[in-house]
């Protein structure tokens, strides 16, 4: 018996052993029952997109949850969600994504998750140093982008002589700008270019203030723009079935739209705790945009921007992971 007890203590070891590095070291994640496989968080090509994405995986990190980050595409991200190559989405757009959204939610395998606080606004407009300077009177009424001399103070060299409009990348929308010019016959006046990306948009302000001219870009609330000044033009309000792809005559203007959770269906079983979290998370207009304008006005990375909101807003997102 006694040649035999050393290795008993040995097995009793070897197994305790195994135990923590299944798994067992990790009090959190094991106390509400989430897998240690990552949790999949997407990010897009806007600031508060990517900052969030940041946010939220360093409050799942804090619940002793994995996370992994991919790079996806705005649209085809919800079909990665619904197949399971994605766990989330956290900015669900209702006017640039509510299509694509729905149609992944109606084939199954994709949940709605709740909205955030903060409602969607995404259109074009301008900063108030425009009406400030009077170079288009009427704004912000559509009506007033009619007047030959209004659209002259928004021409740029590669305009060809009209008014320009910087909608977003062509990926976010299609044609619904250029379609919407058209079909409020302001076409003779206005043409509409594609800008690559969100930073784009930004360098346009700045640049058209630099240079003293006229700038109407796609823009959106929340943002950090809406503490900078920025208003939205007022065109025709938006109706159910308006917009050309739904059979409307797109002579409308975007919704007041909501800002979704989604999440793949099998998000609840594999990470009960984090989902929970997820399903409370809600973010206003002033989170959102202070996000946002830690890269955009304060140029931190997206990262560092996470880890600072993270630290200075931990009443806000700590009673999420209660």
């Given at each position: 018996m006694k040649n035999k007890l050393p290795l008993l203590i040995g097995a009793i070891v070897v197994i305790a052993a195994l135990v923590f590095f299944m798994g067992g070291g990790d009090k959190t994640a094991k106390k509400s029952g989430d897998s240690s496989a990552p949790i999949v968080i997407p990010t897009h090509n806007w600031s508060s997109q990517i900052v969030m994405a940041y946010v939220i995986g360093g409050i799942f990190e804090s619940m002793g949850n994995n996370v992994s980050y991919v790079n996806a595409d705005s649209q085809a991200v919800y079909e990665s969600i619904r197949i399971g190559d994605v766990t989330i989405s956290h900015e669900v757009w209702e006017s640039a994504f509510g299509k694509s959204f729905t149609t992944a939610l109606d084939k199954g395998g994709l949940l709605d998750w709740g909205d955030h606080e903060a409602r969607t606004l995404e259109d074009m407009g301008y900063p108030n140093w425009v009406a400030d300077k009077g170079l288009c009177p009427g704004l912000p009424d559509w009506t007033a982008l009619k007047n030959p001399d209004c659209a002259?103070?928004?021409?740029?060299?590669?305009?060809?002589?009209?008014?320009?409009?910087?909608?977003?990348?062509?990926?976010?929308?299609?044609?619904?700008?250029?379609?919407?010019?058209?079909?409020?016959g302001l076409g003779d006046l206005w043409m509409v270019k594609f800008a690559g990306s969100a930073d784009a948009l930004w360098a346009e302000l700045a640049a058209a203030e630099k240079e003293g001219r006229g700038t109407i870009i796609f823009n959106w609330t929340p943002n950090f723009t809406d503490g900078a000044g920025f208003t939205f033009i007022d065109f025709p309000p938006y109706t159910a079935g308006c917009r050309p792809e739904d059979g409307g005559d797109g002579k409308c203007g975007s919704?007041?739209?909501?800002?979704?959770?989604?999440?793949?269906?099998?998000?609840?079983?594999t990470h009960p705790g984090a989902a929970a979290a997820f399903k409370k998370m809600s973010f206003t207009t002033s989170h959102i945009g202070a996000m946002a304008a830690l890269v955009d006005i304060d140029k931190m990375t997206h990262e560092d921007a996470a880890k600072k909101w993270l630290a200075d807003n931990e009443s806000v997102w700590k009673p999420f992971t209660k």
């Open positions: 002259k103070n928004f021409v740029t060299p590669d305009s060809g002589g009209k008014g320009r409009m910087l909608e977003g990348p062509q990926t976010w929308h299609g044609d619904l700008i250029p379609q919407r010019v058209d079909a409020l919704p007041d739209g909501y800002l979704k959770k989604a999440v793949h269906e099998d998000f609840p079983t």
